[in-house]
């Protein structure tokens, strides 16, 4: 019975397969903006938005022409704003620039304090969630854990469906304040289920910003450095905007549009993320650095460093599948600017932990794969080195466990996420519906005797 059932989902698996194929040539033939991309790789204009700008090109006489990266937080450079939370004593710069992102200005200090005591206040997960919630549902994914926790906020929630400012509002707050927790104790539980290991809960201390409330709960000690606190405060900084074309922001507003609960929003964002072409890349490059670590006895040898990324690119290495992960970008060309500071603390910390080789490996890695790519597959286009490239290394160096790597950069953009929903409410209140051609010609219906 077993092996009917087998060769029977196989032949469906077939069928299924066999009805979801589209000639590409049609795709051309009607305009169709695969990917929601013009033909010269710039994206489609579907809205206007007012909180982030990523620029990557400038269009002089009708054609694309590769700039150096920038990426806009309200009109705000992200690596000024990532370099002068630096500066300060007091690490708050992920709160302010998530004050920002929701309120369209930078706060002063007074607005700043006030807005993290709200945070503070919002922190703790609602009476006995993690054991009912996160214990009880611990998925083999930190990422479904943590939607699935978001979904479960609904139901604690006394105006869970509200549109209102102040329950928009409200519900930011709490899950920028909340997701910390809620990732710490779902990667907590996995560990627990999985491997068996003591399970430790830290409760968030309120002395604490969000990047050092994170490395306390996820470290059994609870202990950490100020660089290192410093450095992931810079690295939520980086990844909490992108504009509303990426893919989870833009899912964010394509549910919002509909008039749906801000829970639902959030976990479909969280869905799209996980996938590994927008943020589960991350750890895609930290096991190609692996192989290539292995691979290349010298680092310094560039032609020892050139053929295993050749190897790559032709498919003879790593996961065989002819790729460079942690390169290239919808819009950036010449440089990614998150890129470019997480290069920065990278060197930093791998000086503070003593591992300036394999930080000089990336460097190596950066400056030679634009050329290796080109010459392997013919293509002129422009290759920089992404956000990915660098903060699976700067995330390995901080002791965070490759679980959590694509739960981090949620725990920064969701952010980014909330101003990105409240906008699409407040300034664009209709439901967006794209159009699909269908291809197939009408049918008359046939009874199933007739078949």
């Not at 690596?79 to 710069?93: F, I, S, V």
């Not at 450095?231 to 008039?259: K, M, P, Q, Y």
């Amino acid at each position: 019975m077993k092996n009917k059932f087998a060769k029977l989902k196989k032949e469906l698996c077939k069928q299924a397969i066999e009805h979801a194929q589209i000639p590409p040539e049609l795709y051309h033939k009607f305009n169709v903006k695969r990917g929601l991309r013009n033909d010269d790789g710039s994206g489609v204009l579907v809205g206007l938005t007012e909180i982030g700008s990523v620029l990557g090109y400038e269009i002089i006489d009708q054609e694309l022409v590769p700039v150096a990266g920038r990426l806009l937080y309200r009109g705000y450079d992200v690596e000024a704003l990532a370099r002068g939370a630096r500066t300060r004593k007091r690490r708050l710069g992920y709160e302010e620039t998530a004050y920002l992102l929701l309120f369209g200005e930078l706060p002063a200090n007074k607005q700043l304090e006030q807005f993290n005591e709200l945070l503070v206040d919002s922190r703790e997960l609602p009476k006995n969630f993690s054991r009912d919630i996160i214990m009880t549902f611990t998925p083999l994914n930190v990422m479904n854990s943590l939607a699935s926790s978001v979904l479960s906020l609904y139901a604690r929630d006394p105006d869970p469906d509200g549109l209102s400012p102040e329950t928009l509002i409200r519900q930011s707050i709490e899950l920028i304040a909340k997701f910390p927790p809620l990732i710490a104790y779902s990667y907590q539980a996995l560990m627990h289920k999985l491997y068996k290991k003591s399970l430790v809960i830290h409760t968030p201390q309120v002395m604490y910003s969000t990047a050092e409330n994170f490395l306390y709960m996820m470290r059994a000690d609870g202990k950490f450095s100020e660089l290192e606190a410093r450095i992931l405060d810079e690295v939520l900084i980086l990844h909490a905007e992108h504009g509303g074309g990426n893919n989870s922001t833009f899912t964010t507003r394509v549910v919002s549009s509909t008039g749906s609960d801000t829970y639902s929003a959030i976990a479909a964002a969280i869905g799209s993320l996980k996938g590994p072409l927008h943020g589960g890349a991350n750890i895609q490059v930290f096991n190609m650095m692996k192989h290539i670590k292995d691979a290349v006895s010298n680092i310094e040898d560039d032609a020892a460093v050139i053929e295993c990324l050749e190897d790559i690119l032709n498919k003879k290495a790593f996961d065989n599948q002819g790729k460079l992960y942690g390169f290239g970008h919808a819009v950036y060309t010449i440089s990614d600017p998150r890129a470019i500071c997480l290069k920065e603390t990278a060197e930093e910390l791998a000086k503070d932990k003593g591992r300036l080789d394999e930080f000089r490996l990336y460097c190596a890695v950066e400056r030679l794969a634009p050329e290796s790519f080109e010459r392997v597959t013919g293509k002129k286009k422009k290759i920089c080195a992404n956000v990915d490239f660098y903060s699976g290394f700067v995330y390995d160096c901080l002791g965070i466990p490759v679980e959590v790597y694509t739960p981090l950069f949620a725990m920064a953009r969701v952010a980014g996420w909330l101003a990105h929903r409240i906008e699409e409410i407040y300034a664009s209140p209709r439901i967006i519906r794209p159009a699909y051609k269908n291809l197939t010609s009408p049918r008359e219906y046939i009874g199933i005797k007739e078949r």
